[in-house]
């Protein structure tokens, strides 16, 4: 096998390949012979056809599959011998498989850039202090008060965030439209209901009031019965609930699973250190990478670039989904939002590379005990049990994200000191 | 006078008929109203090779009916060519 390589840019290379004659005539006698059992042709028994019938019949098959045998077993070898490390898939340029004559193809393919690492230990990052304020445990409180909050029945004047059970009709000219009347409707005095007319009506009303008030719908309404029309609604309150909020002693505190207020309070104070440590170690870690991809710049194959985006467009595009993002920011035909995440790309797709670059410079590897221990958390963390999430690791073939993600961690401790 | 491609039909593809080629001889599908004289003239014009001796045999058509209709499927004639020793046709060409 020749193998020549030439350079196209830094990351992406031509690999030509020449595989020669007896090695192709080797392939091509091994498919017809595999073929030779298979094959079934009209008027011969299985496996009993000729070799000559065998090779007329299936011969471009033959061919087609010999090349792609023969590319599959030299393209892994000639790339370790030329130690390139691809981060794409070959495109190829293939010349036809012909018995007795050398196969030869190209193959372009983008190369992880070589690194050459000057320096990373001990960047000087920004360190700052962390602190969970009262004011904050407050709010936290507050919230959880708010999240645990029951609606219970009022005979109160109803006020916002209320909410309100009513009967309506809808009349004109004293004629009930039975298609918007309802019994039982029930609406959130917040912007909740079908109509605001009736969220000004039940305002400051108690149940068992009743109401009523006039609305003009327009000429393009989409409801014909009352397009154009002005319409009385007579409403009657059946009942109205009020938002109860529980109070902050110690049996609310019990039903979080704490001793008692105090017991809750540190233990919320904790959670806000917890979160604000997590999201500055992250910050820490970004500005860190910043600087060493300053420190040390090199190129990067345009496939993997794309990698990144599609990933990070696709988690977008997930969060819009989810109703986390707002649609309106992400307009992915656009082109601020291709620059946006383009740069994203960019620079996680080095990051990535440099952090692998120091991992295999500092040799840090990742035991199957790290391993373990990683799995034990993630088990703890989504309270099911150890065997379930390394099923669900060895299914998913996930395991390497973790791994990886361990031994990130590992790299930035060498990084931070 | 018919050319030999009106005489010769088709090649007999079985696993008998490859089994005969070992011994020199050929099996064709050819015309049921052509004789051994013509089929022999035949394989000689085509193929460029000497004939020493045809044998022939004639397959009725199998009686099939469609209902009350019955029919039958066409006559074919099956040529047993000899060639002379040495001589061979290639039937199969290669890839």
């Known amino acids: 096998m020749k193998v020549e390589v030439s350079e196209i840019t830094p990351v992406r290379k031509k690999v030509a390949i020449e595989i020669p004659s007896e090695k192709v005539d080797e392939a091509i006698n091994m498919t017809v012979d595999a073929l030779l059992a298979e094959a079934e042709v009209e008027g011969f028994r299985k496996g009993h056809v000729p070799r000559e019938v065998v090779v007329q019949r299936y011969g471009k098959k033959i061919l087609d599959q010999v090349a792609s045998t023969l590319i599959e077993e030299s393209y892994p070898a000639a790339m370790q011998e030329q130690k390139l490390v691809p981060t794409s898939k070959p495109e190829l340029d293939t010349t036809e498989v012909k018995e007795g004559e050398a196969f030869t ?9 070589n690194i050459s690492l000057k320096e990373y230990r001990g960047v000087k990052v920004e360190k700052k202090e962390i602190t969970a304020t009262d004011e904050e445990v407050k709010d936290s409180l507050r919230k959880l008060q708010e999240g645990a909050g029951q609606f219970v029945e009022t005979t109160d004047a109803i006020t916002e965030n209320d909410m309100v059970t009513i009967d309506f009709e809808c009349t004109i000219g004293g004629e009930t439209i039975p298609g918007n009347s309802a019994k039982g409707y029930e609406f959130k005095v917040e912007g909740g209901a079908r109509f605001p007319e009736f969220e000004d009506a039940v305002m400051g009303k108690k149940t068992g009031d009743s109401a009523s008030f006039k609305k003009s719908f327009p000429e393009h309404y989409h409801d014909k019965a009352v397009s154009g029309k002005e ?3 007579n409403l009657k309150i059946v009942s109205a609930k009020a938002k109860v909020d529980p109070e902050l002693n110690d049996e609310f505190a019990r039903d979080l699973g704490c001793e008692n207020v105090a017991d809750l309070k540190s233990q919320v104070k904790k959670q806000i250190y917890y979160g604000k440590e997590r999201a500055e170690k992250d910050r820490q870690k970004s500005e860190a990478i910043t600087k060493i991809i300053k420190e040390n710049p090199f190129d990067i194959p345009e496939s993997m670039v794309d990698k990144y985006y599609k990933q990070i467009a696709s988690s977008v595009l997930e969060g819009v989904r989810r109703g986390v993002a707002n649609p309106r920011d992400v307009n992915v035909s656009s082109d601020e939002f291709k620059t946006r995440y383009f740069d994203m790309a960019i620079n996680q797709a080095k990051g990535d590379l440099i952090l692998g670059a ?4 500092e040799n840090v590897k990742v035991t199957e005990h790290e391993l373990k221990q990683a799995v034990e958390g993630l088990a703890a963390s989504r309270g099911e049990s150890v065997e379930n999430i390394q099923e669900m690791l060895d299914k998913e073939g996930v395991a390497d994200v973790l791994r990886e993600g361990i031994m990130k961690e590992k790299v930035f401790d060498i990084i931070l000191g | 006078m018919k050319e030999f491609y009106q005489i010769i039909q ?13 011994i020199g001889q050929y099996v064709f599908w050819v015309d049921p109203k052509s004789n051994k ?12 090779v000497k004939v020493t001796s045809v044998n022939t045999n004639r ?24 060639l002379k020793e040495g001589d061979s046709i290639k039937i199969f060409e290669g890839v």
């Open chain 1, 231 to 233: 319409v009385e609604f």
């Open chain 2, 59 to 82: 397959l009725f058509g199998k009686i099939k009916r469609m209902g009350r209709h019955a029919g039958r499927r066409a006559l074919r004639k099956k040529a047993y060519v000899t």
């Open chain 2, 37 to 48: 004289k013509q089929i022999k003239e035949a394989v000689e014009e085509a193929f460029s």
């Open chain 1, 358 to 361: 120091i991992a295999k410079k």
């Open chain 1, 105 to 113: 193809y190209s193959a372009f393919v983008d190369v992880a850039p």
């Open chain 2, 10 to 22: 088709k090649p007999v593809v079985t696993e008998k008929a490859t089994e005969r080629s070992s």
